[in-house]
Structure formats: C-alpha cells, structure tokens
Nanobody, 116 residues
Framework: QVQLVESGGGLVQPGGSLTLACVAS????????MAWYRQAPGQQRELVSV???????NYGDSVKGRFTISRDNASKKVYLQMNSLKPEDTAVYYC??????????WGQGTQVTVSS
C-alpha cells in the first residue's frame, strides 16, 4: 500500500519560516519525481516545486528565491523549506510522487497558515 504522509504545517507569522516533510512508503522512492503542490480555498491546486529522480529542481514563480525543495532517498523523504512566508502562501500543501501514469500518488495534505 502506497502512503505519502506530510508533516510540518502550522500557523506562522508573515516573514517566518516552516519546513514541511513528506515520508513515502510502498514505493521505490528513488524512481519517482517528488513534488509539492498547494491549494488555497476557492483556487486550483498549483505546483510549488518539483525535484526529479536525477535531482533537477523547478519552482513556481511565486516561491522562487524563498522556498527550497530537497530529497533524501535513503529515508524516502522530501522536504520543503519555506522562508519569508507571506499571507498568500496560506494553503493546504500536498506531497506528490510521480513515476508516470498510472504511478502517481498524493498525500493527505498539511495546512499552512501565514497570519499575524
């Protein structure tokens, strides 16, 4: 059974930092591109960042320079370090594992709220 479990969300003030973690089980982690998506109320889910099997990294324009994605294949974890957080970063953040259809999986999400 495949599971992706996110952690690290919470309430933070503007300008603060959070680190999200996602641990995978039931997949050959090193064969998957790993990504973070987010969805704010009333909005579509959007890509935050992706790290491929080879370590190539891409970020959404709104988080470039503030967020950093990384992965640890040995522990089957992917991280998202979020700095200089803004109220518009408030959303549910989802972990995604993708090895090409039909091998795509989602976590349950973790809430990030940026507010004073």
């Amino acid at each position: 059974q495949v599971q992706l479990v996110e952690s690290g969300g919470g309430l933070v003030q503007p300008g603060g930092s959070l680190t999200l973690a996602c641990v995978a089980s039931g997949i050959m982690f090193s064969r998957y591109a790993m990504a973070w998506y987010r969805q704010a109320p009333g909005q579509q889910r959007e890509l935050v960042s992706v790290i491929t099997r080879a370590g190539t990294i891409n970020y959404g324009d709104s988080v470039k320079g503030r967020f950093t994605i990384s992965r640890d294949n040995a522990s089957k974890k992917v991280y998202l370090q979020m700095n200089s957080l803004k109220p518009e970063d408030t959303a549910v953040y989802y972990c995604n594992a993708d090895a090409g259809s039909p091998y795509q999986y989602w976590g349950q999400g973790t809430q990030v709220t940026v507010s004073s």
